[in-house]
Structures are given as C-alpha cells and as structure tokens.
C-alpha cells in the first residue's frame, strides 16, 4: 500500500470528535478546543515568567483567561500521561500498558543508555533549510509515519511542513462545523516542545531562544491560529479553550529542553517540575481573567468537559473532578489532593508523593535521565530510587520549590495533621488500585511497525514513501 493522495487532511497526532447534536436547553453548552503541549514545562511561557521565550498568543490567552497555578499532570511522562485527561482515571490497568511502551527507565540500564542518544527524527530535517534533527537518530525501526486515521500518507514525516498541516486540518474543521452548526471537540496534541525540536521556514532561526524557542513560537503561533479560527467563524464566544502539557521539561539536552522555572526537577520525577504545568482556561464571556491557586489536574478535564457539554460521564469511578463552578466563578475546585506516580510505578509502593492542600509528602524519590543536566544532583538519572520515612514533607505554598522539609525543623500541628492525613489517603487508593500484566514481557514484533509499504524488503530501511 502506497501514501495517499496528497489532499487529505494530516492528522498523526490530532483526535477529533464531533460530539452529538445538543438538545434545545442547552444552547450555552460551549464547544470545546483541548491544546496538548508535549514537555512544554511550568516555566517556559512568557505568562508563567520565562523572561526570552516568544509566546504572545499563550501569554494574551493568559492575560484573558485563567491561569492555574497548581495544576498538575497525572504522569511524568508521555504516554501515561495522555491517559489521564482521555479516561479521568487514575493509574488503572491501562496504566501499566501505556507506561511500559515509552518508560525507558523500565529498562535495564544498558538499554537505557542506549536511547539516550536515539530520538524519533531518523536523520530528519527539522528546521528548514536543511538542518538536521539533533542527535542521533537512527532506531533501527521505521521511519516517522504521518498518518491520516489508519492509512500512512507520508514517511518520513516532513517535520518543517507539519504544524501549517495540522494548522490547516484545524481550520477547515472548525469551519466546517460552523457551517453545519455541529458541537465539537477538537483535542489538539501538538508534538511541540518535545525533541527533536523542529519548526517551519517562518520560525527558524527567529527567537532569542534558539531551537527550542523556535519549536515554541511555532505551538505559540498554531494556538493563534486555532483563535482566529473561532474568530473567523464566529464561535470565540462559545467555546472553551483549554490549554497545557503532559508532563516537565526534558533537560537531558540542556537547553534543548524546557524550563520548569523555579520548580524542582523536571520530565520523569515526581517533584513538582516533573508534573505542575501551565495551564490556561478561555472562554470570553464565560470564564473571568484572573489567576487561580486552587488544585486541578488533567484526570479533571473529562468531567469537566463532559459536565459543561451535558454529557453523561462514563460508567465507572473516576478520579477527576468537575471544575466548571471553579471555570465559571461559581465555586471552588473541589480537588484536595493530587498523586504523584513515579514513570513506572508498582503496587507495593503505590503513587511516590502525595500532596494534600498545600503539603505534599515524599515517601519515594528517584532521578530520572530526562532531568539530567539539572544543577540538582536528585534530578538525575542515576540518583537513585530512595525511600523516606518518615516522608519528606513541603509546604508548597511557602516553599513550592521543595527545598525544606518541614519534618527537619519543627513542624506545627497543622503540618503533622496534614502527614497523617496523607497517609490515609495513599493507604486508601493503593487498596483500590489494580495494575494490568507487562506488555513489555511479551516482547517486540516488527510487523506490527507502521510501514507504507507493507510488502517492502529489507524492512525497516525500505518503509519511506514520498507524498504523491
Ligand atoms: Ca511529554
């Protein structure tokens, strides 16, 4: 099977659902634009304080929206951490498939180190006119796909031509649901910042901030886009934007990766750089400009969502909380806690931090190689994992940085109400947790790697189709 035509639509990354037409009541039901960052961290925006980074959409959606300031990812990493938001469950059977797929550190060390130096660009051009992705790219597997649903349209990706693809799919979606007054979701899961940074001949080589800062221009403008899409359509004024990341920033390359600003660590550690990210709610008319402390969490946007569009949530337990009062200036969110699971967690230790209002504990800490580089020695991989107990225990508002344990001066009996309380807490979920088999101990089938050309010889070499 060879790439499709060049006219469809491009969508690798990019879910879309055109949700049921609504009943009558509910004409204030908003339609709804999710924006998935990938390693975007909590210091990165221009609104969250990076003081060289090019971010004038984000900042001014900021400036007209609410901006959460403890919202927190359910994963420290990539793939576990698109689970949380999609399901609004907590670590759950599913959990351990998705972890295992993409956690290097669930390997031995040896093959840790050997992928530390790969990444996914396979000797791509990533910023125009013909700068190569960074590092070393080969995998011995295929190629970048860019898929359109199940068929392969082009591989390799061209990554300098991709976010005008998605920008264009984008348009051309809202559009079309303005004109047939179709209610919609579009979850946008952008592969900026993530390495290998690319961008496109507008973006390149035109930020203070270097490649990184380029890869983020280029998500800063699509967000843009996606506004004046609204704009053009008529639809600002019914629709609810929503944007942040999936996990920290990854410092294994320096200033390749993100900042998480004055938070500790970054990607793949349960300190709060691992896992609090910006977030930003928008919606004109609806949701008021201001900042928020509250908690929030992506395993909340399901029901959140779900509760603003009048959907019936799913039929199981979810973990995530309906924040439409907290959004619409109604109420307060009615989140208390949050876990911290570790990139590849087990049953016995259960999440590795647990934070309870403005205490969080540590009972477990472990580097991650995706925080290498960091000045802080705890961040890297080779720290590493270590049990506390009693835990470490933070005052996040006076000391969001993590650097004073409380349990080392003298805490008061706030505090060590607040220790006891979390206990209970993380007995109460690892009594409930259930964890799936290990995908991983299946091992690895070639065949199952994307290839458009399917009957093609030697594989994986032979899987590069140009667009027609
Ligand atoms: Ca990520």
């Given at each position: 099977m060879g790439p499709r035509g060049r006219h469809l639509p491009w969508l690798p990354l990019l879910a879309l659902l055109v949700l049921p037409p609504p009943v009558r009541?509910?004409?204030?039901r908003p339609n709804f634009v999710l924006v998935l960052a990938d390693d975007l961290g909590f210091g990165d925006l221009g609104s969250y304080g990076h003081p060289s980074s090019a971010t004038p959409h984000l900042d001014r959606l900021a400036a007209r929206g609410l901006r959460f300031t403890d919202f927190y990812s359910s994963a420290a990493v990539c793939s576990p951490a698109r689970y949380g938001p999609a399901a609004g469950r907590e670590r759950g059977e599913n959990e351990k498939i998705l972890n295992e797929r993409t956690n290097p550190e669930a390997e031995s060390q040896p093959s840790r180190a050997r992928r530390v130096s790969q990444g996914p660009c396979q000797n791509l051009t990533c910023f125009p006119p013909d700068t190569k992705c960074?590092?070393?790219?080969?995998?011995?597997?295929v190629a970048v796909p860019l898929l359109w649903n199940q068929s392969i349209v082009q591989q390799p990706v061209s990554f300098p031509e991709l976010v005008p693809l998605y920008g264009r799919f984008c348009r051309e979606f809202i559009a079309r649901c303005a004109r047939l007054r179709l209610p919609f979701l579009l979850y946008y899961a952008s592969h900026h910042t993530h390495y290998p940074q690319f961008a496109s001949r507008e973006f390149a080589?035109?930020?203070?901030?270097?490649p990184f800062g380029d890869a983020l221009a280029e998500f800063d403008d699509s967000v843009g886009q996606l506004l004046q899409a609204l704009r053009d359509t008529g639809l600002d004024n019914s629709t609810l934007v929503f944007v942040t990341s999936d996990n920290g920033p990854s410092t294994l390359r320096m200033a390749r990766g993100g900042s998480a600003g004055h938070l500790r660590c970054g990607k793949g550690t349960t300190y709060e750089g691992g896992m609090r990210e910006p977030a930003l709610a928008y919606w004109p008319g609806r949701i008021a400009p201001g900042v928020t402390h509250e908690l929030a969490s992506t395993l909340d946007i399901l029901p959140t969502l779900a509760a603003l569009a009048g959907a019936a949530p799913p039929r199981v337990a979810l973990?995530?909380?309906?924040l439409s009062p907290l959004l619409l200036g109604t109420g307060k969110s009615p989140r208390r806690s949050v876990f911290f699971f570790p990139p590849a967690p087990d049953p016995l230790r259960g999440p590795f931090a647990v934070r309870l209002g403005k205490y969080k504990a540590h009972y477990f800490t472990q580097g991650s190689f995706h925080s290498d580089t960091t000045p802080d020695q705890a961040c890297h991989g080779l720290t590493p994992l270590t049990p506390h107990l009693p835990p470490l225990l933070f005052d996040l508002e006076a000391d969001p940085a993590e650097n004073y344990d409380l349990l080392r001066g003298q805490p008061g009996p706030e505090a060590l109400q607040a220790l006891k309380d979390i206990a209970v807490l993380k007995d109460v979920l690892q009594q409930r947790l259930h964890f799936g088999d290990s995908q991983m101990s299946k091992g690895r089938d070639p065949s199952l790697q994307p290839c458009?050309?399917?009957?093609?010889?030697?594989?994986p070499s032979c899987c590069r189709c140009a667009p027609q």
């Open positions: 009541a509910a004409a204030a960074f590092g070393t790219c080969d995998q011995g597997v080589g035109r930020t203070r901030r270097g973990d995530g909380f309906d458009c050309s399917p009957g093609c010889s030697p594989k």
